[in-house]
């Protein structure tokens, strides 16, 4: 499962503006959604759910089903996400678009699922990227206080607290702010998330040259 927000100006990634307008935030939310389902698609699964705030758009691969989210906080909704599953569920944010089907794969390996009930994947930020359960259970999720910075150790807790062993998932940085969308660009440049963020960080044209090529011009035009 991915679980995200529609990419509209406003609505998501708040925290890029500023320095970003709230339409290039969206653009590199929707860059870094692509990248997300991309790698999701290229992981083997029985099942891909994008789990959705809002109307899918292009950006949605072949492959996937689209569910509306939840109602309520974002526990709320994770749990709820959660239940629409049967048998073991890996979810994943729209933050990371870093990811590749090699980080996944532990987690959507059956033979992972075999050692483990539980699978965490631990943010810079303090909070989680991704969570794999074995069998949904609210309780598991309700009342894990979201997006402050003891989030991941709280819920890794609750994990451990049920007695659910918990395999490690490698630890990601979500893209929050201007400097996290920096170095996500940086970590993948291959990707979409760096190719949108090169081009909105692109400096302008030296304004020195700009004599120049128009002198160019008006030769090339006497000759």
């Not at 709230?22 to 692509?34: G, H, K, Q, R, V």
């Not at 929050?176 to 291959?190: C, F, K, S, T």
């Not at 909105?200 to 006497?222: C, E, V, Y």
């Amino acid at each position: 499962m991915v679980i995200a927000k529609e990419p509209l100006p406003g609505r998501v990634k708040t925290r890029l503006t500023p320095p970003f307008t709230p339409a290039e935030a969206a653009s590199l939310a929707e860059a870094s959604l692509a990248d997300t389902l991309d790698v999701v698609a290229r992981t083997p699964a029985a099942r891909r759910v994008l789990v959705l705030d809002g109307r899918p758009g292009p950006w949605v691969p072949p492959g996937f089903e689209v569910v509306p989210q939840g109602a309520g906080t974002l526990d709320e909704r994770l749990a709820a996400a959660f239940a629409g599953c049967a048998g073991p569920a890996l979810l994943i944010g729209m933050d990371t678009p870093q990811v590749t089907p090699e980080l996944l794969g532990r987690a959507a390996d059956p033979a992972g699922w075999a050692t483990y009930d539980a699978w965490f994947g631990p943010a810079v930020d303090g909070g989680f990227w991704a969570l794999g359960l074995a069998a949904a259970d609210p309780g598991l999720l309700l009342g894990v206080p979201m997006s402050v910075p003891e989030t991941g150790a709280v819920q890794y807790e609750r994990l451990r607290a049920a007695g659910l062993r918990v395999g490690r998932l490698p630890l990601l940085r979500d893209v929050d702010g201007a400097e996290d969308a920096r170095l996500v660009a940086a970590e993948a440049p291959g990707g979409r998330f760096a190719s949108v963020y090169r081009e909105l960080t692109r400096g302008p044209a030296d304004p020195a040259a700009a004599p120049a090529n128009t002198a160019a011009a008006d030769a090339a035009a006497r000759s």
